[in-house]
């Protein structure tokens, strides 16, 4: 089985709005984060904050290239995802600050949160999971034939704990109806990917009985097309496919890591590589007022923290509800899936 | 009403659910055409086909991990760990996935999860442990354990319908030793206690097989009056049927098959200590496994495990307190 390398410029699947679209997720992604990180210095988000600055394609393209049926297991460098799926800056926000309108209402912080009402599971902190959680919604959907597929995020570190084998055997084994789509990042917190692995980790596809692709993942573009063409192998009942995306994490792993253990050359080659300012030159090309669409997602933005500051804490007394669910249960619900091609 | 073993009964529950609900499969190592270590689907790919009554490969975190993800797709998976010992390796999926699903994010996960548990037998370390406690300690997992048939399948069926993680403790040393009468209709038996024997000098608080070596041990006690409390759930734990009973006896037994350190009688004896001091008339004491592995060759086995006979006499002791 070959590993392909997906067309790095443009696709015939997205409209001009889709392309524009694309655009504003990441810019909102990037645009929360950094408000997000003003507001934990200014000790209004509690813990710490991780936020997946140069990394918006990946969450952005893949997510975006989804069905509203379709489910997805999002991780914590993906906040993009989630905006895809319908959350709004307002509950991203309330969300960081443990707000009882944020969207775990205070019961977990970050991006550990997943909209179940739009269709998505959050992440727990042990990687990598949720591999196996968006492998098991695959197998519902392969055994009630139905016409959906499960999609997870998962990082270069996680590839070394035994649940990422357990999740692509097992997805191999059932040709389940799955994308697996790898954030090749660098950097597991300080662990650069030479202490992580012998081999490129896209290589293991093969061996579990499924392509598996490498993509630019700071072309935004590109992972939408890996991710769109993945999907329809798994529609056509053809199994899972996994898209290994190379990137960047420009960030420490946290607000409190300095990266001091990353080269500032390697640093200022992935800035050149930016994948906003990428996507802008693109639509620049194609007469989109990039200013207009900036100045929208800053309004957006502004309006959302407004909201989200004014939301009350979390009542004290219902510290100990909700350990258990009472009565029917309830189950995943559609997402927003705002690309031209699925509505 | 038929008799049927502790294991026929459970397979029967299943089936029961199977027949009167799609969203219910089965997964597990060797359950297909093999019908399970133990039998417990021993012909349920005849009538349910491969993809409910699914083999899954050797992967007890996938076995797990993938019942939440087909759960909260609006599934209702039965997963049978091959034996209790093996769901050390699913730990991660229930606790930290499974267990706090609902809390974070609102979100149901109706999985059950059979643990054949329990020792007697010669299974050695790896194939004997009782591990509910390790479960009774992480929030959002409930934790029953049947000690007869008609219970066998009541609580099974009651953990199917059930809208978050059981554990459905089933022990080994019953499935062909205990026999009852079981109503052929579906039933759900309540998570709450249950007075396997009434008497009011002493209670014995136990359950699964030991209620079993209660019963035996407590028959003849030189006209003792003595109770035995079933707990049948172990989370949620029935405090009412225990405290009760702490009144009704003032002396009390509490017998864990389990290891004794933070077993589930260790959370009985602090529930009562909090809780039923002032109805006591003597110390509780507790019997259990001591904390060792659970050795292979039977004079080891038998020294370990709590038997009629040590049950007995601490029951002699306390009566005489």
Known sequence: MAIAIARSEGTEHLSREDRVQLLRYMLLMRGIEERAMTLYRQGKVPGSFYDGCGQEAISTGAAFAMGPADRL??????????????????????????????VTAGRDGNVHFGDWRLGCVGMVSMLPDMMLVATGMAMAFKLRREQRVALTWFGDGSTSRGDSHEAMNWAGVQRLPIVFVLENNQYAYSTPLEAQFAVDPVHRAEVYGFPGISVDGNDVEAVFEATREARERALAGAGPTLIACETMRMHGHAAHDDMRYVDQAQLEEWRRRDPIERQERRLQEI????????????????????????????????????????????????????????? | MSEMTYLQAISDGLRSEMRADDRVFCMGEDIGGFGGAFKVTDGFIDEFGADRVMDTPLAESGIVGTAVGAAVVGMRPVC???????????????????????????????????????????????HSQNPEAWFMHAPGIKVVAPATAEDAKGLLISAIRDPNPVLFCEHKHLYRRVKGEVDEEPYETPMRARVAREGDDLVVITYGAMVHTALEATEDLDGASVRVLDLRSLVPLDEEAILDSVRACSKVVIVDEANEMCAAGAQVAALIAEHGFEDLDGPVVRVATPSVPIPFSPPLEQAVLPSVDRVKEACHELLAY
Request: hydrophobic content about 40%.
């Open chain 1, 73 to 102: 297991c999002v991780l914590h460098r993906d906040l993009a995802a989630h905006l895809v799926r319908g959350v709004t800056p307002a509950r991203a926000f309330g969300q960081y600050m443990g707000r009882a309108g944020g």
């Open chain 1, 287 to 343: 007469g989109v007022d990039v200013g207009a669409v900036r100045a929208g997602v800053a309004e957006e933005i502004e309006a959302g923290l407004q909201e989200a500051l004014a939301m009350p804490m979390p009542d004290p007394a219902s510290a100990t509800e909700g350990v258990f669910h009472e009565g029917e249960a309830n189950v995943l619900g559609d997402g927003q899936a705002p690309w031209s091609g699925v509505s």
């Open chain 2, 80 to 126: 049978e760990m091959q034996f209790s010992d093996f769901i050390s390796c699913g730990f991660d999926q229930l606790v930290n996935v499974a267990g706090k699903m609902h809390y974070r994010q609102g979100l149901a996960v109706p999985i059950t999860v059979r643990l054949p548990t329990g020792g007697g037998f010669s299974g050695g370390p790896f």
